[in-house]
């Protein structure tokens, strides 16, 4: 089966500007995390979503940081305006559900701000 | 909220040695550890978890075991070759399915 996909792979933008992330979850799953991965560091929960509801976005900057999943299919990630500190790993992964289901991750879109 | 950690940050270790990594977690909630293997240029990827209910697992070279009471968790890779080389993660995930990870240990096996 396809696993999670995920648009660009690498970006570079200097700050104050915005960005877009894309995320293509694998087929039939349910619920749709975005994470960011700061270098050297483990990935943290940005979003979590189960269908088109957002479950969990404790953790997300509100102020600069928005996610949606309209169809309940693909995602978007946005960062507007980007600050350097946002230079990180943006990871997208999915699940058939929340609990015990295993999460498949993308392979990432790396975000250099200048 | 929960808070994991993860020790050591780098291991070197000759083939066919084994590797141990180990991970503490503050929330009794927590019931479901993963542990995922982290490459260049890969997604992460699953290689075995376990659940509250178990103390230990094993899948050929690589075991993991949870001690609740004392809430830590630890890898344990057997045997180990270069293609075991590669960044570790563990996790710590709660019902709702919010993991929290460690910060990672980069694991370096020479031949």
């Known amino acids: 089966e396809a696993g999670v996909a995920q648009s660009p792979r690498y970006k570079i933008i200097e700050k104050r500007q915005s960005v877009a992330f894309w995320c293509n979850p694998i087929?039939?799953?349910?619920?749709l995390y975005w994470y960011q991965q700061i270098l050297g560091q483990g990935p943290k929960l940005l979003i979590q979503f189960q269908n088109n509801g957002v479950v969990d976005d404790s953790q997300l900057p509100k102020d600069r940081f928005s996610a949606e999943r309209l169809k309940g299919v693909d995602s978007t990630l946005k960062i507007q305006p980007a600050k350097l500190e946002d230079s990180a790993v943006y990871l997208c992964?999915?699940?058939?559900?929340?609990?015990?289901?295993?999460?498949?991750f993308g392979p990432g879109t790396r975000l250099t701000v200048l | 909220g929960e808070n994991v950690e993860q020790h050591p940050s780098t291991l070197s270790v000759q083939e066919g040695d084994s590797a141990v990594i180990k991970c503490t977690y503050s929330d009794s909630a927590s019931n479901y550890f993963p542990w995922y293997k982290q490459e260049l240029g890969k997604g992460s990827q699953l290689i075995i978890d376990?659940?509250?209910?178990?103390g230990e697992k094993k899948d050929q070279r690589i075991a993991v075991t949870l001690n609740k009471t004392a809430k830590h968790f630890s890898l344990h890779i057997t045997e180990t070759q270069p293609e075991d080389s590669a960044v570790y993660f563990c996790?710590?995930?709660?019902?709702?399915?919010?993991?929290?990870f460690g910060d990672g240990t980069t694991l370096t096996v020479k031949p």
């Open positions: 087929s039939g799953h349910a619920t």
């Open positions: 376990i659940r509250s209910n178990v």
């Open positions: 996790a710590a995930r709660s019902n709702a399915g919010k993991s929290t």
């Open positions: 992964a999915s699940s058939l559900t929340t609990g015990y289901n295993e999460q498949f």
